[in-house]
T-cell receptor, first 108, second 113 residues
């Protein structure tokens, strides 16, 4: 059974700080997804990656397949980045197994 | 930008009543999903749907649940006889052919009283 663990559970940062959220998973996967959930509840897909690194604006996602580990980085954090960031693994059947999420609060 | 649309955004129902949650996936997508999130907990997979049939379902998706794609555009989740523990946010998602990101709807918050 695939388990997805995220750390930290909660993270408070000052505006401008560099942020890292970590994700580990227990079985081989076909892809790893990073998603963002805002207080209203809606979920937005940020990245899907199966190897290496992807960048979109101030967001960077990396994955190490051998270590079964992925990280999401936010550079120059801003209060509008405040949200829950969720890591989810995909293992062949296209369904996602979600982590519990990391609640990020960026303070001005 | 294309989006997944869910209705209603919030539904309150009495225990034992049937509810139907509706979703309009992105038009050229092939894979459709329902997920749920109980308040304060992680998102959980319920069911996936491909080629007009269920491709996979979780232990949560018991006989009280069913899905349909009645007219080629809508994708519905029916709960036959709701229980208090069915109270949750229900998310519909869709994705296209091959490896691709999933697109999620805004969710339907179901409250069973």
């Amino acid at each position: 059974k695939n388990e997805v663990e995220q750390s930290p559970q909660n993270l408070t940062a000052q505006e401008g700080e560099f942020i890292t959220i970590n994700c580990s998973y227990s079985v081989g996967i076909s892809a790893l997804h990073w998603l963002q959930q805002h207080p209203g509840g809606g979920i937005v897909s940020l990245f899907m990656l199966s190897s290496g690194k992807k960048k979109h604006g101030r967001l960077i996602a990396t994955i190490n397949i051998q270590e079964k580990h992925s990280s999401l980085h936010i550079t120059a954090s801003h209060p509008r980045d405040s949200a829950v960031y969720i890591c989810a693994s995909e293992a062949g059947s296209y369904q996602l197994t979600f982590g519990k999420g990391t609640k990020l609060s960026v303070i001005p | 930008e294309p989006e997944v649309t869910q209705t209603p955004s919030h539904q309150v129902t009495q225990m034992g009543q049937e509810v139907i949650l509706r979703c309009v996936p992105i038009s050229n997508h092939l894979y459709f999903y329902w997920y749920r999130q109980i308040l304060g907990q992680k998102v959980e997979f319920l069911v996936s749907f491909y080629n007009n049939e269920i491709s996979e379902k979780s232990e949560i998706f018991d006989d009280q649940f069913s899905v349909e794609r009645p007219d080629g555009s809508n994708f519905t989740l029916k709960i036959r006889s709701t229980k208090l523990e069915d109270s949750a946010m229900y998310f519909c998602a869709s994705r296209g052919r091959g490896p691709s990101s999933a697109f999620f709807g805004q969710g339907t918050r179901l409250t069973v009283v």
